[in-house]
Structures are given as structure tokens and as C-alpha cells.
């Protein structure tokens, strides 16, 4: 068990309590077997195993792509929505509205409608829109 690993101040900016470590000298440190769950032996088989796994190249590169921090769509149909007219890409156009954005960027595209995502997304999804 440690104590004393924190400290407490106040951010004079914000108002706040943001916590601060304690330097480990200033710390209090106790050894509590009696609290454990697991053996020693079984804690350091599982260790090993776990370095081990974490040393594999499908792990390395999924913590070099550090995909979490990629932004990704808010939306269900971010990305797989085409124009019926010219095949283009459908876009958020303003806050609630989806477009073609060939006829809105470029206009080689005629189709220059935008709709409702709710509307799209209340046809895509209705259980009535499965029947055909």
C-alpha cells in the first residue's frame, strides 16, 4: 500500500483541484501480502506472457498505427453514401444536411438537392424500407 503518492492545489486559472505527484522519497510504502489474490509464481507467468504478446510485430504495428488516435466519423454514414446523378461523394453540407459534393464543389453535377440525414437515415433504417 502507498501513501502520500499525491498531493492536492488549486489551478488559480480554472478554480480547480489538479492533483500532483509526490516525489518518492515523501512517499509511504507497506507491503500488504495478506491483501493479494493471485500468487507470486502465477503474477509473473502471466507477466512474462503479456511481454511477450506485447512484443509480437501485430501488436508493435497496432501501437505504431496508434489508430485511437485517428479521428473518426461521427456519423453512421460518413463516407458510404454515392450521388445517384454522378456517382460522386455525398457530404455534410451545414449542420443536419447531406449533398453531392461534385454539384456543390466542382458543379459538374446537376443534382444539387440536399437532404435531411435524419430523413436518409429514417428511409435507410425503417424496417418498412426492408420489405422493398
Known amino acids: 500500500m502507498v501513501w502520500n503518492r499525491l498531493r ?3 489551478d488559480p486559472a480554472t478554480g480547480k483541484r489538479v492533483s500532483r505527484l509526490n516525489p518518492e522519497a515523501e512517499r509511504i ?4 501480502s495478506d491483501l493479494r489474490i493471485v500468487e507470486d509464481a502465477l503474477w509473473d507467468r502471466v507477466k ?6 506485447d512484443a509480437t510485430p501485430a501488436v508493435q504495428g497496432i501501437k505504431q498505427s ?3 488516435e485517428k479521428r473518426r466519423s461521427t456519423h453512421l454514414l460518413t463516407g458510404k453514401l454515392v450521388c445517384g446523378t454522378c456517382g460522386g461523394t455525398v457530404v455534410a453540407a451545414g449542420r443536419d444536411y447531406l449533398a453531392c459534393s461534385d454539384a456543390r464543389k466542382l458543379g459538374t453535377c446537376d443534382h444539387r438537392r440536399g437532404y435531411r ?3 436518409i437515415s429514417t428511409r435507410l433504417f425503417s424496417p418498412s424500407s426492408a420489405t422493398g
Request: overall charge positive; glycine content about 10%; aromatic content about 16%.
Open 29 to 32: 510504502t507497506h507491503d500488504v
Open 117 to 119: 440525414r435524419g430523413e
Open 66 to 68: 496508434r489508430f485511437w
Open 8 to 10: 492536492y492545489v488549486k
Open 48 to 53: 512474462t506472457r503479456q511481454g511477450e504478446i
